[in-house]
């Protein structure tokens, strides 16, 4: 009888330590194209500052699309463009923009926004959070994808 429970405990025993050596995914593997399309994200901080955006505006966000071809609203001006991402890195090449002047809190969001997009920028997702991380800014996006 003692040597049928010794063998039934290796038997629970190796399965059991074996599922503790094993990895599992973590938040931040690399984004990629899959994880991006079809999404919209509202902007919520800008280096570390949470973002309240005037009544009267519409909140700064970015959505990708097919082909991660991409829209939003950069705080005063619409933009459009094609996005890349690449190692880890995303930006968006041959960004074009509607040309509104603004008042100078907006065009300080929009030069943030604009900057960050188009050069080379960490991108991670972790959760319902996109974050970008450039050379100057980070920017914190939210999922807000569109609800009938």
């Not at 330590?17 to 800008?46: F, R």
């Not at 959505?63 to 071809?69: A, M, P, Q």
């Not at 001006?77 to 041959?94: P, Y």
Request: charge should be negative.
């Amino acid at each position: 009888m003692k040597r049928s429970v010794k063998s039934l405990l290796a038997v629970i025993a190796v399965p059991a330590i074996l599922a503790g050596c094993t990895q599992t995914p973590t938040q931040s593997s690399e984004v990629t194209e899959a994880d991006l399309l079809h999404h919209n994200w509202n902007l919520s901080q800008i280096d570390g500052a949470v973002l309240v955006p005037e009544t009267s505006d519409i909140a700064p966000r970015i959505e990708i699309g097919e082909n991660l071809t991409v829209n939003g609203d950069a705080g005063c001006n619409n933009f459009f463009g094609q996005a890349e991402l690449k190692n880890g890195q995303f930006r968006v090449e041959n960004m074009g923009m509607t040309m509104k002047m603004c008042p100078p809190m907006a065009m300080g969001v929009e030069d943030a926004i604009t900057t960050t997009l188009t050069e080379w920028s960490e991108i991670t997702i972790e959760g319902q959070t996109l974050t970008l991380k450039g050379a100057q800014h980070t920017l914190v996006y939210q999922l807000a994808d569109w609800v009938n």
